[in-house]
């Protein structure tokens, strides 16, 4: 059984900085993309940032760009996302997400696209 269990969430003052992980079991991790998307009230599912299944590459939304940085631990099973410089704006739901991917091929932006989620953890960012 595939299991996605997002941590890190929280509240934090405009200008600070959360990391979230998410511990990845039940599938072989390596060959996954993985995939950061946020969410908020009557809003669809958003795509933040993504890798490929090495952690190279790692692809953002222009909204976080040069604030938040993905990695991946292939060792451990587990992607975090470091959020610096953090906006009002980034208030959300923040959801990990699991496809499987070629060597190659980079992370997709679609949420419809992927296999695997997690529960998600909220992130409010007061100003």
């Known amino acids: 059984q595939v299991q996605l269990v997002e941590s890190g969430g929280g509240l934090v003052q405009a200008g600070g900085s959360l990391r979230l992980s998410c511990a990845a079991s039940?599938?072989?991790?390596?060959?996954?993309?993985m995939t950061w998307f946020r969410q908020t009230p009557g809003k669809e599912r958003e795509f933040v940032s993504g890798l490929r299944r090495s952690g190279s590459t790692p692809t953002y939304a222009d909204a976080v760009k040069g604030r938040f940085t993905m990695s991946r631990d292939n060792a451990k099973n587990t992607v975090d996302l470091q959020m610096n410089n953090l906006k009002p704006e980034d208030t959300a739901v923040y959801y990990c997400?699991?496809?499987?991917?070629?060597?190659?091929?980079?992370?997709?932006?679609?949420?419809?696209?992927?296999?695997?989620w997690g529960q998600g953890t909220q992130v409010t960012v007061s100003s």
């Open positions: 997400a699991a496809k499987y991917l070629s060597a190659t091929t980079s992370a997709t932006t679609n949420p419809r696209d992927y296999s695997y």
């Open positions: 039940g599938l072989t991790f390596s060959v996954y993309g």
